[in-house]
């Protein structure tokens, strides 16, 4: 491992197998995550994009190990997480954080913001009240929270200042690591840019690591420093953000860049159309998973799966179109 990797995910699997039904031989499964690989660097934002179902969030919820991997290593700053006892995980959950998709859900309705933000302190500190009060004011401060909203409960407060909540409590333990699922996407516009500029300025001011799940290439531009881009449970191309927007090599990170809209009417945009429907994940296609879909498909794409391989200094990509790249 390099000195700078925090996060290393070796050929990381996640499977989930459903009930075996009469006269099938075996039980139907879904490899919602299969065979991911790839390292986050301390310090950066890391962003996995893919369409709705492609096993993004599972595999961030497999990284930090509130599911347990099928096979393969998340190796955190060296240390193999599936190894680790229930109280030994219990521990480091004090570096590894986690911002869900819906704050509200998130948020025990019944318990005050105090309550909510000061939960991991109870949890993990021993400090006095005294010292738990001044960090929780100190945190709500950061994420621009008043002091007054101590004493009311979630459902009193939008959207964004919920979010704010949520990453306040993230932010509690002084994290080294945080997941976000997808934390903006149930926000409005306007509030959307202010919780991805506070996350910024609180990634830099606490050297926060992130790994950042969305389906907005937008607000991965806006945040990521590489990109990910999964397909049905698949990496298929992992990039720099501006190696990736300026020049996207898979076919399938082509079209999703191509439906981004483009503002200006002057703009001649001709979005590249997918043919046909995602296939089902309890039934693949064998090869290349994207070939169904593709219209640069060859006849070795439909029986050989592609190789994540090096194309330029910090791009690589899965696909047999660069197979005799070097």
């Keep these: 491992m390099k000195d700078n990797v925090i996060l290393e ?67 955190y700053k060296g240390t193999d997480l599936a190894t680790l006892s229930g109280e030994e995980m219990r521990k480091l959950r004090q570096e590894i954080q986690i911002i869900f998709q819906d704050p509200y859900a998130s948020l025990n309705p019944r318990m005050t913001v105090r309550e909510l933000i ?12 005294a010292e738990k009060l001044a960090k929780v004011k100190n945190i709500m401060a950061k994420v621009g929270l008043r002091e007054e909203y101590m004493s009311k409960y979630p459902h009193e407060f939008s959207g964004g200042q919920r979010q704010r909540i949520v990453i306040a409590r993230a932010l509690i333990l002084e994290p080294k690591f945080i997941f976000c699922d997808e934390p903006v996407s149930a926000l409005d516009v306007s509030v959307r840019a202010q919780v991805l500029n506070l996350m910024k300025d609180l990634q830099k001011e606490f050297n926060l690591t992130y790994m950042f799940i969305s389906h907005d290439l937008s607000v991965v531009r806006f945040l990521c420093d590489r990109i990910g881009v999964m397909y049905l449970g698949r990496m298929v191309e992992i990039a720099d953000r501006q190696e990736l927007y300026d020049n996207p090599m898979h076919p399938y990170t082509k079209a999703l860049l191509s439906a981004i809209p483009v503002p200006d009417v002057d703009v001649k945009h001709e979005p590249m159309l997918l043919e046909g429907d995602i296939p089902s994940p309890y039934n693949p296609p064998k090869g290349c998973l994207f070939h169904t879909r593709c219209k640069f498909a060859m006849e070795c ?5 592609p190789q994540m391989r090096q194309i330029g200094e910090n791009h690589c990509v899965a696909c047999h179109l660069y197979d005799d790249v070097k």
């Design 301 to 305: 794409c439909k029986t050989e799966v």
């Design 118 to 129: 000061q939960a991991p302190l109870d949890v993990y500190s021993h400090e006095s009240e």
């Design 9 to 75: 995910v070796k050929n990381v699997e996640k499977f989930f197998y459903g009930n075996k039904k009469l006269f099938q031989k075996d039980r139907p499964v879904v490899k919602a995550v299969n065979d991911v690989s790839f390292t986050i660097n301390e310090g950066e934002t890391f962003g996995i994009v893919g369409e709705s179902g492609c096993g993004k969030s599972t595999l961030g919820r497999t990284v930090i190990r509130l599911l347990n991997p099928t096979s393969g290593q998340v190796l």
